[in-house]
């Protein structure tokens, strides 16, 4: 029996990283895709985001790639359908077409904050505190996350008192699934470390996601130093697509299929399909007429030696 | 005063990196990268090997770059001129032209050992010690690596008992800079905080390097592993530029000015210009005509605030 943890994969490509794409892709393109996803062997799956249409028309058809998955035998059993929720009405729509987790979050950068949701932490905060009740008592499993936890593209360094002092709130308020969001891409391997180390002291009962950004090269680098720590959940997109149009400069999120590559190296996740997480970001790539940020998907995986036997001297 | 170990970057881009290359790069486009390099405040900088021009002619200058650098003046006085050599003729010529250290290295795949020196690991082994002996009674500096020492390309799985009992012949030669270079890239943070955790309690006086190839998108979480458990040298290239054109699958060299920024963002090697570090990277891949692995020299550093004052609400 493996003793360590078991980790938890939480794909967010259709979300975070399609949103980022000028190019909006056709239902049934996103429906193919999310079949192959959901049947990788990845625990959770978000589909999409609730947010205007007319701000974010990648996401106009959020309502219906949930009402599609939600129909009895559309997705194996154990995996979890998430999207993203930003206000009230977001989470209205959500309610009615079948997310079975919200992911809602508040940023610790002030103009972040502003940027995205035209609010200050402080009211951001309450807004996103009162709706993950509301989801959790409409039965609902509820993630909330602090974004711009270790910096801002704006605001540079994001005081850790002030990451402390959202995810007590968060606690306050008894939310126990809460994660990181490294929305920026500024973390490091020691900042990852040193926040998480101290988030995890707080509250034994928490499930802590983590969610970076590769704009600086470090998104798997982040992943261990999180998983070190006890983290266990690691959101991340197929082919590494992604990023924040609310941000200057933000890379994609830590790749999907080579974060699964790495942990199968050690034995971790063997049950995860990665020829079908390959494919998907192949197809996301081909799609897209470019290459994307993961490295498997173009190299391969680590191969099969070709003679075996001959290293036994 | 920072109580941290004092990590060493050892550039090795205009070997690793421009051996790779299909393009030949003029010789005076090298000392100008070189110059740029050496001056930028990274402690080793690998101009080049000692190979058959006929075989390798990528580096067919490499005397001509070390006569060059050995002149009075122009290199700042820390900076260490390193050499590649993988024979006697090799060691030969690097000792004529002013190599101040030298690398050399043994496979710990028979398949990978054959390949690149037509030896078996034994033979290759007993000369390179042999070599390195040689360089050392002749005042020069020299580090000894394990190549393909966390897998191959060729053979998959490489025993750790081989890389092991390698470097036990190392020690026994009274060898103290040693090096494992994951030549395939191959290393997951795991095996290599497992493989160095156990070379480093061996001999408590040795010095050593690690060498990381971005295959499957590992480099820089390998490197962190690496530091995590006692490594403090750091081979890289500039722009992520790499790979071994004896092994099947190759991707890039960890990316210097990548791990550079990472280390700067936690307040490690202040002293390194990074700038100058971006600058060559830009050049090389404007050289080369195409995008590199490294992400910094895209994306630009973590910037400045851009308003300082605003995040203190």
Redesign the interface.
Known sequence: MDARPRLLLHEVGLRDGLQMESAVVPTERKIAWAEALLGSGVDLVQLGSFVHPGKVPQMADSDRLFEHFSAPGRKPAGVILSGLVLNEKGLERGLACGVEMFCMGVSA???HSRKNTGM?IEEANRRIVGMARSALAAGRRVQVSVQSAF?????????AERVVAIVGSFLEAGLTQLSLADT???A????VEGLYSRLLALDPRVEWTCHFH?????A??N???ARRVGVTTFEASVAGLGGCPFT??A?GNA?TE?LV??FQ??GLRPDVRLDALLGVAREVASFLGR?LD???YR??????????G??G?
């Open positions: 950068s002030e103009t200050a910096g801002c593209g704006y605001e540079g360094t994001v005081p920026a891409g500024h490091t391997p020691d900042a590769n704009t600086y090269g470090l798997l680098a992943c261990y130093a200057r400069v890379g790749c080579d590559h790495a190296r050690d290459d993961g490295s498997v190299s391969g995986p680590v191969p099969e030696p070709a003679h075996a001959a290293a001297s």
